[in-house]
């Protein structure tokens, strides 16, 4: 049976009733649906609109559904269901005859999807922190083993300064641990009930709502039950941290390409996460990274076909919203089955320090230190600059780096140059200088590191209180 024939005349035509369904991507809210629904009917029951024998044969019901679901996944297959809510409320009666179509008294599909989504979005958020916790355990631990090992640092994709590769490493864990506070701020935002807020204007019953939201770990209930039954502003936040998120792996990815180029050859590709050319038999491709590099459009998309979904729609629910589904699903799970892989490539990855330390030490990354020995010598930085500049000029006409220029030719740019000058010239001497917090000294980054763990601690902890 429909959930709304009555005040048709007419079949529906047969194609727009199968083109407006939405059972085929929203059977995967089952879980939640049966949750939520359970719920309600403990509501329905202290209301009395259920007696206590009908609760319990409607709750055993519901298990039921979720137990069949688990274990064969074509039960879920159904030609006729126009969504969940629907394909819910046909087994229940299946299962328990018309006492299932009970379950319905007083709420409406437009609050119920809301609760679902909610909920998928809070569980979904859950996971992505845990893969977070797990992604940036790797590349600290990574960046522990990288030990003393430097790489050039570059700015406009010239070489700029060297650092340590573990400073490497450790920036882009801050971006992960960024998105999983945005993903923390997003949930703490949407941990609200909609149920009881009926089709637009409130439950037709007098629900306890309290009960429901607590029943179901939210912390409290909407406010505004047009506001619930419509609000999407969780999904496109959601889906907007999500392409934060996916940004930040594609920068990842797109430098661990480079680096793993043969004019680079800082990074090894796994060969457990590579393939092969079908054509050129000396291929190892980093399709990994492409994909990750690649899929990041289609998340980013998303968040823009969701914002375009919902901006134009007068208040309250409209069927638009259901719209707003497909691009969530396939932003949450484009990215949780993205991460295991990522972190797997993470922990094969096989850096060559010797390479990184190499590259480290030529192009005249030093300069800048060359400049600050002056500087500490009295000379004012802009002049030290120059006279650093015409060193460098020197060094490129001849083919040599700085340490080969003699102190006699030096003491001719400036007085201030001393014999002292070639130590500072040397890779340990340029990353001791940056000895700030945040900065690259070795001293510093294991530093970084240790604080970087307790933060990976605290958030696996927060994690953990929400399982
Ligand atoms: N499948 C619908 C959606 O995703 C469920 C709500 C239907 N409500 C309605 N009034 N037709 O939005």
Redesign the pocket.
């Known amino acids: 049976m429909k959930m709304w024939s009555g005040r048709f005349r007419q079949p529906l035509d047969s194609d727009f009733e199968r083109w407006q369904r ?1 059972y085929g991507f ?1 059977r995967r809210l089952l879980r939640y649906e049966l949750a939520a629904s359970g719920a309600h009917a403990k509501a329905l029951k202290t209301v009395g609109v259920l007696s206590s024998e009908e609760l319990i044969s409607i709750l055993q019901g519901l298990e039921q559904i979720g137990e069949s679901a688990a274990a064969s996944p074509s039960f879920l297959d159904d030609e006729e269901a ?2 969940v ?1 629907h394909f819910v409320e046909k087994q229940l009666v299946v299962l328990i005859g018309e006492t299932g179509y009970k379950l319905h008294s007083g709420r ?3 609050e ?2 809301a609760a679902d989504l909610r909920l998928y979005v809070r569980a979904a958020i859950d996971q992505l922190r845990q893969e977070l916790a797990d992604l940036c355990t790797v590349a600290a631990d990574r960046a522990e083993s990288a030990a003393d090992a430097a790489m050039p640092a570059y700015t406009h994709l010239q070489r700029a300064e060297p650092v340590l590769a573990g400073h490497w490493l450790l920036a882009y864990v801050e971006m992960f641990l960024r998105d999983a506070e945005r993903l923390a701020d997003c949930r703490k935002r949407l941990n609200v009930c909609p149920l009881g807020s009926g ?1 637009v204007a409130g439950a037709t019953l007098p629900l306890d709502r309290g009960f429901m939201a607590e029943t179901l770990g939210f912390d409290g209930s909407t406010a505004n039950s047009m506001d619930a039954t419509s609000d999407r502003d969780f999904v496109v936040e959601f889906v907007s941290a999500l392409s934060l998120l996916a940004l930040h792996l594609s920068r990842w990815a797109e430098e661990m390409i480079l680096f793993s180029s043969e004019e680079y050859g800082f990074v090894a590709l796994p060969e457990a996460y590579s393939t092969g050319s079908s054509a050129m038999p000396q291929k190892k491709n980093p399709d990994l990274l492409e994909l990750v590099r690649g899929k990041s459009g289609r998340v980013i998309a998303n968040s823009v076909a969701l914002m375009v979904a919902v901006k134009g729609l007068p208040l309250a ?1 409209n ?1 638009d ?2 719209e707003t ?1 497909e691009p969530l699903f396939d932003s949450a799970e484009t990215l949780l089955q993205m991460f295991p892989l990522v972190t797997g490539w993470m922990k094969a990855v096989e850096f060559h320090f010797d390479r990184m330390q190499q590259a480290a030490q030529s192009g005249f990354m030093n300069a800048w230190a060359a400049a600050t020995y002056l500087v500490n010598r009295g000379v004012p930085s802009r002049l030290a600059h120059e006279q650093i500049g015409k060193a460098v000029q020197i060094c490129i006409e001849r083919g040599c780096e700085l340490k080969d220029l003699p102190l006699e030719e030096l003491r001719s740019l400036s007085p201030a140059f001393d014999q002292d000058f070639y130590a500072c010239l040397e890779l340990p001497a340029v990353l001791a200088i940056h000895d700030v917090p945040g900065g690259t000294a070795p001293a510093r980054v294991r530093q970084a590191i240790s604080v970087t763990r307790e933060k990976i601690e605290l958030l696996r902890e927060e994690v953990h209180a929400h399982a």
Do not use: G, V
Request: charged share 30%.
């Open positions: 939405s929203d126009e969504d809510h409406s599909r437009n119920q999807i089709a629910y069927k919203l259901q589904q």
